[in-house]
């Protein structure tokens, strides 16, 4: 099953001239999937322990951030991993289209 990419007009000009394009959304996306992620899931465990050792009058509240967090580690780095998959594959095609023009 083969994937089209849709670029942007600055893609599709930077394209033409032989260039690859600097920065993309794919770019972005597996920043914050990745940044994301870490920070995420040290703030989640380090909430997580805190309340856990009933350092706080509201560990509950605490506990439960700390768990939704870390939860949302997981998402966070498939987010960052299909990003940079996804941006390799456009930097091979976009490699690959500018030997065969040459």
């Known amino acids: 099953m083969e994937t089209t990419i849709a670029l942007t007009n600055k893609q599709n000009i930077a394209l ?13 996306f597996a920043g914050i999937g990745l940044g ?3 920070i995420a899931g040290c703030f989640g465990l380090l909430l997580t322990v805190i309340a ?3 350092a706080t009058e509201s560990y509950s ?4 951030f ?12 498939i ?3 299909h ?3 996804t941006l390799d594959r456009v930097t091979k095609e976009h490699r690959f289209q500018q030997k065969t023009k040459n």
């Not at 509240?61 to 439960?64: I, Q």
């Open 52 to 54: 856990w050792f009933g």
């Open 16 to 28: 033409y001239n032989n260039q690859e394009p600097m920065w993309n959304r794919y770019h972005l």
């Open 61 to 64: 509240a605490m506990h439960t």
């Open 36 to 38: 994301g992620g870490f």
């Open 66 to 77: 700390g768990t939704l967090l870390v939860v949302i580690t997981i998402p966070l780095f």
């Open 83 to 85: 990003s940079l998959d």
């Open 79 to 81: 987010l960052g991993a």
